[in-house]
């Protein structure tokens, strides 16, 4: 079925050139999609008519909730604050696992969403007490028109903007974008092994996510990474020192590393939950590896949900899921104990106890 272009939510794309017969080429993300008139890019909410590229999910929201920042998961970006956490239907991988497939894997016919306009986002999003922004829950590289005018209205209004994403985003779209982008979690699978990105998730080449981390790092962007380990697939120590490697030596050691266990989703539900001795033992190899601040999540009460002191280990940060039950910080960031000061951005503004809404 055609699209109607004349929808609120049709934009001409951004990041694009024209072809020979009326194709064009999409450079958004590292995939590069050539696509012929009335065709989709893999993202599926990309599309070429008549030789101009258009954009079918500007403003069609799938989600709008408040979270904790937390749950990005972003530990070290303004701990404690709410975020206005933000989706659209649609995605450029295709994850055999996806918790959110119901949204990322709804594309070409079967879009769908509620159209917000970018200013009246902003004062939802002030209204709720939401600090800032979290484009999340499904790729937001594929709804980049609107993440970049929603961003740009936030920064205006005070509210910072923080993306979960694949790290797929193309160099020239990302420097455009970080002069609003404060935060990024950077989200890897399978410990970016090449193999498991091809089985798995539709992806041949996962090196350009590298290179995103790098321009991040260059632009200031604060990162934090995220690596579901699913069982049997995606769980080589090899691949979790590699990664924990490079990012010591090119992002820096403390820059923060969230091994995620799996739960049964999608296309793998017939897999179990990831083992809690197997995050372990990979925690332990990423710490060997050099890095700092390493984290084990969806565990509920795991000792490794919490931040503790590279230098002297004192308890800095008790969390339990998404929550922070004490926080054992001086108003710098520095350990009470030895003085040392912490790779956190933004202050904690609550007291031992936090409450959300």
Not at 232 to 252: H, P, R, V
């Amino acid at each position: 079925m055609k699209p109607k272009l004349s929808e609120t939510w049709v934009r001409e794309a951004r990041f694009w050139e024209k072809l020979e017969e009326g194709k064009v080429r999409c450079h958004l993300c590292y995939k590069r999609c050539p696509i012929a008139s009335g065709g989709f890019g893999a993202c599926g909410v990309r599309y070429n008519e008549n030789g101009t590229l258009y954009t079918l999910v500007y403003g069609l929201l799938t989600a709008a909730n408040v979270d904790p920042i937390e749950k990005k998961p972003l530990m070290h970006f303004h701990p404690g604050s709410a975020v206005f956490s933000i989706s659209t239907a649609g995605c450029n991988f295709m994850c055999s696992f996806c918790q959110n497939w119901t949204l990322s894997q709804s594309r070409r016919n079967e879009i769908f969403g509620e159209y917000i306009d970018p200013e009246e986002l902003i004062t939802l999003a002030k209204k709720t007490g939401s600090s800032g922004i979290s484009y999340t829950y499904n790729e937001p590289t594929i709804f980049y028109e609107y993440m970049y005018d929603v961003a740009k209205i936030a920064k205006r209004e005070g509210l910072f903007n923080t993306m979960v994403t694949n790290g797929y985003i193309t160099e020239e779209a990302l420097v455009e974008l970080s002069k609003y982008m404060d935060a990024a979690t950077v989200d890897f699978k399978g410990g970016g092994s090449r193999d498991f990105y091809t089985k798995f998730m539709g992806v041949h080449d996962p090196e350009p996510i590298f290179k995103t981390l790098s321009v991040m790092k260059e632009k200031k962007i604060f990162i934090e990474i995220t690596n579901l380990v699913v069982p049997k697939y995606g769980e080589e120590s090899a691949y979790i020192k590699k990664l924990a490697k490079w990012t010591a030596e090119n992002l820096g050691d403390e820059t923060p590393l969230h091994l995620l266990r799996f739960y049964p989703h999608y296309k793998l539900s017939y897999l179990p939950p990831t083992d809690t001795r197997t995050l372990e033992k990979l925690a332990q190899a990423a710490i060997d590896e050099g890095l700092k601040h390493v984290y084990i999540g969806n565990i509920p009460g795991h000792k490794l949900e919490h931040t503790y002191c590279p230098k002297c280990k004192h308890l800095a940060v008790r969390r339990y899921s998404f929550y922070i039950i004490e926080w054992n910080l001086l108003s710098d960031n520095k350990c009470p104990n030895c003085g040392y000061k912490l790779n956190i951005v933004g202050e904690y503004r609550g007291g031992k106890m936090l409450r959300y809404f």
